[in-house]
């Protein structure tokens, strides 16, 4: 009986903790699912359609595949970005401190456009263009953030772990990174959140995600397909955002 009552708590902490981000998944899932049955509403907003729901494909694989970019290229860019920070902030690699952040700057600054068509020509049309243009776009605030948590550590905390007696290689793993953590999550959070939206131009060149709809409603003046590829990818962003957050939340607690 004691057993059963404490751990009830638990699971309706856990519920509240993730019920946000789960009732965002849902609604994701439902409306992906069941787009046809909103067929009077869009032809409502776009009465002059024969058609007013995307006839091309099915929007769940067109959710799977999107999901798919974004997170190769968001791990790609965690991977890149969190080493390069780390490099850069060892005794060795400090002199390319300026080059790794101008560098992750100008990737961003750069529009995704530009890289699309500057990567088509070698990489062909499909995918691997916008994994490209997703990854240098979403560099910047994992290198900015991994570079904030690790320098924000205070350089007592660090005297502690030397005078323990910890390697280098253990005073990163074991202090740096696990005290930096909720800053680096934050900026992984803004990337990724980011990219959800960016991934759609994708579809410019060949890729078949989200922004399917939306690139053939701006060819073909239809409202309705617009609508439904930025109301499934708004959705998408939510959902992610909202766990990111979660993970956040939990991450502070555990430090406090």
Do not use: K
């Not at 519920?15 to 409502?44: H, N, Q, S, V, Y």
């Amino acid at each position: 009986m004691t057993e059963l009552s404490a751990s009830r708590p638990v699971r309706s902490g856990a519920w509240r903790i993730w019920r946000g981000p789960l009732a965002w998944c849902g609604l994701l899932l439902a409306l992906t699912l069941g787009m046809a049955w909103l067929e009077p509403l869009f032809l409502w907003i776009e009465p002059g359609s024969r058609q007013v729901i995307y006839p091309h494909a099915d929007f769940l694989p067109l959710l799977g595949r999107h999901l798919l970019v974004v997170a190769v290229a968001s791990l790609l860019a965690i991977l890149l970005g969190v080493a390069a920070a780390v490099a850069v902030t060892r005794p060795a690699g400090r002199d390319f401190l300026p080059l790794v952040a101008q560098f992750a700057s100008m990737g961003q600054t750069f529009p995704p456009v530009a890289v699309l068509a500057l990567a088509v020509p070698v990489l062909g049309f499909g995918t691997w263009p916008i994994i490209v243009a997703l990854l240098l776009y979403g560099l910047l605030p994992i290198v900015r953030n991994t570079l904030a948590g690790l320098s924000g550590i205070a350089p007592g905390v660090m005297e502690s772990a030397r005078g323990m007696g910890m390697s280098d290689a253990q005073r990163l793993w074991q202090v740096e990174l696990p005290l930096a953590s909720p800053v680096i999550l934050a900026g992984i959070r803004t990337s990724v959140t980011v990219n959800i939206a960016t991934a759609a131009l994708g579809a410019t060149v060949g890729a078949s995600n989200l922004g399917a709809p939306i690139i053939s409603g701006i060819v073909n003046g239809n409202t309705a397909y617009v609508l439904q590829g930025a109301l499934l990818i708004g959705l998408l962003a939510l959902a992610v955002d909202s766990a990111f957050e979660r993970c956040q939340r939990l991450l502070q607690g555990r430090r406090a």
